[in-house]
């Protein structure tokens, strides 16, 4: 069983950063495929940024190079760092797992999904 925790949301100006980041407990040595998702009000909800489970990061085209990810397995923990934020970036930030893979488009109904935490930027 997986479970997500996220924390680190909250309200900057355009330009500004933020860190989120996101507890894993998971009772399982395996590496979990990890990611992070947004979802903008009444818009469908969109991946952000992966890691597979053989360590290879995907990133959606509007977040590369400004949202690098990255994963602590030692404190197992996955954090997005966000600079230079749009307004277009506020939306609600989900983690999710999988003991397989996850994918930035498409289904991912089998991944495990935290509760969220809330992003908003203002211009």
């Known amino acids: 069983q997986v479970t997500l925790m996220e924390s680190g949301g909250g309200a900057v100006p355009a330009g500004g950063s933020l860190r989120l980041s996101c507890v894993v407990s998971?009772?399982?040595?395996?590496?979990?495929?990890m990611g992070w998702f947004r979802r903008a009000p009444g818009k469908e909800r969109e991946g952000v940024a992966i890691i597979c489970t053989d360590g290879h990061i995907s990133y959606a085209a509007s977040v590369k190079g400004r949202f690098p990810i990255s994963q602590d397995n030692a404190k197992e923990t996955l954090d997005l760092q966000m600079n230079r934020l749009r307004v277009e970036d506020t939306a609600m930030y989900y983690c999710?797992?999988?003991?397989?893979?996850?994918?930035?488009?498409?289904?991912?109904?089998?991944?495990?999904w935290g509760r969220g935490t809330q992003v908003t930027v203002s211009s």
């Open positions: 998971a009772n399982t040595n395996r590496r979990l495929a």
């Open positions: 999710a797992a999988d003991k397989i893979e996850l994918h930035l488009t498409g289904d991912n109904g089998f991944a495990t």
